[in-house]
């Protein structure tokens, strides 16, 4: 018997788009002659669409998108009660990036319901997505890492000045202001002065309430895949080669102005 895969994609994430383009290279990637793939649709409002059954490859995901009549609730109850094969082998493979995809939430659900699913559990997810939680974690076992420190937007509104004094004293120009909890470089900007640094700050509030500021590090930047639990491997180290000044939303995903290197 074949097994039934579910590929959560979409989601309320600002990495929504991103998220399609991974999907689609999922289903067109798994094998139909081992799974049963079964896209699930989720709208920038949350709410699940089960598409059915994908027999063949599909060039442009969004060609199978639907327009809901429900709410996030119900979707999940009625994706539950009428499209997951019950008493089948089952796995849900999740192809949301960011928010609620990326940062325990949706893993979160998945063990409640007792449900297998791909990709980290709960505890490193969350802490993966919080850039400052994984920091604080990497000092305190004395892993090297750049200077780095975080603000709250409360503390920011309270106290702009005190804000760019303590990156001024702490970290330098030039540095990296991001979102905590963002990935695929949305709202990350570099700042070389004050008048930037203000700018960077009042972008990197748009997408969460806690922010981090890194320092410059001039270096390559690698990307090494591990899968398994108790006994992971970990692939052939890659990287990007570009002539931005940093790896962002653009270069990754819209002017194809980088070039994939494997091995680094």
Not at 115 to 134: C, F, H, Q, R, W
Not at 176 to 192: L, T
């Amino acid at each position: 018997m074949k097994t039934n895969v579910y590929i959560l994609y979409g989601g309320k994430s600002v990495e929504h788009e991103v998220s399609l383009k991974s999907a689609s290279a999922i289903l067109n990637a798994l094998d139909r002659n081992k799974f049963n793939v079964y896209p699930v649709y989720i709208t920038k409002e949350g709410i699940w669409c089960s598409l059915g059954l994908l027999e063949e490859k599909i060039k442009d995901i969004s060609q199978i998108q639907v327009k809901p009549t429900t709410t996030v609730a119900k979707s999940i109850g009625e994706f539950l009660a009428n499209d997951f094969k019950e008493g089948e082998e089952n796995i849900i493979f999740p192809a949301i990036h960011g928010i609620n995809g990326e940062d325990g939430t949706i893993q979160g659900l998945l063990e409640l319901i007792d449900v297998p699913y791909v990709g980290n559990e709960v505890l490193s997810s969350a802490i993966g997505m919080d850039k400052v939680i994984m920091r604080d974690i990497f000092a305190k076992h004395n892993i090297p890492q750049t200077k780095y420190t975080s603000f709250r937007f409360h503390s920011w509104k309270d106290n702009e000045e005190k804000c760019y004094k303590q990156v001024e004293e702490k970290i330098g120009y030039p540095c990296y202001i991001k979102p905590a909890n963002s990935g695929s470089s949305v709202g990350i900007s570099k700042a070389e002065n004050r008048k930037e640094l203000k700018n960077s700050f009042q972008e990197a509030f748009l997408y969460d309430c806690k922010i981090i500021v890194e320092k410059e590090v001039i270096g390559r930047e690698m990307q090494t895949s591990v899968i398994g639990n108790d006994y992971p491997k970990a692939s052939i180290s890659g990287e990007f080669i570009m002539e931005r000044p940093f790896f962002d939303y653009n270069a990754k995903y819209i002017d194809g102005s980088i070039t994939p290197v494997v091995p680094a």
